[in-house]
């Protein structure tokens, strides 16, 4: 399977949100710092399994992992679960930089992508993914601020919630939305 493939890209995406997972079921039984210390070691196990699996382990796993370990220790050094449930918020951070940052630079990342698979994608379809990349950075900024907020003001199941049901619809929804308003702009042409 290539590394750059989309259902690889996916699967590696939710398996590095594991031990934050495993975190939210043993904090919820054993307290908070079972908690950080089962999703740490979570997230070390999917370390050395993508590495059994598939001989190398993916940059985001290793990226997602040592966030998890790095928020973990302060978390534990702070006494305070907080720190660990801000790894899917920083993620998409980082994401939402990569788009923002690309478009500043005028090599919009999802431009860069589409064109990879088709050459021949028209100027107009260019232009308005060009768009789509910097308005796309701006959601996930909103959603990664939402995440950050609620990991130190929300209960950890409201939190949970948000990042298991709440970020993924909020993403699809303005994606839906925002392709909705894209195709309606290139009828009118």
């Known amino acids: ?21 495993v975190f939210i079921l043993i904090e919820a039984l054993y307290g908070t710092v079972a ?37 973990g220790g302060l978390s534990l050094y ?24 690309s478009s500043l630079l005028g090599r919009p990342l999802l431009v860069l992508l589409a064109q990879k ?15 789509f990349n910097f308005r796309m950075g701006l959601c996930l900024t909103a959603i990664g601020a939402l995440g950050a907020y609620g990991a130190f003001y929300w209960s ?13 619809i909020l993403m699809i929804a303005y994606t839906a939305i925002d392709f909705s308003i894209l195709r309606w702009r290139m009828r009118r042409r």
């Open 117 to 131: 698979q088709r050459p021949d994608l028209p100027p107009l379809a260019v232009e308005r993914l060009r768009g």
């Open 156 to 168: 950890t199941a409201v939190w949970a919630m948000f990042k298991a049901v709440g970020a993924p």
């Open 35 to 71: 908690g950080i210390i089962a999703g740490a070691v979570s997230g070390v196990g999917e370390i050395a399994y993508e590495y059994w699996k598939n001989g190398r382990v993916d940059r985001l796993t290793i990226v997602s992992n040592l966030l998890v370990l790095g928020l």
């Open 1 to 21: 399977m290539s590394q750059f493939s989309a259902r690889g890209q996916a699967r590696t995406l939710i398996l590095s949100l594991l031990p934050v997972g």
């Open 78 to 101: 702070e006494d305070n679960g907080a720190f660990f449930k801000l790894q899917p918020a920083i993620l998409l951070f980082v994401f939402a930089a990569a788009l923002i940052g």
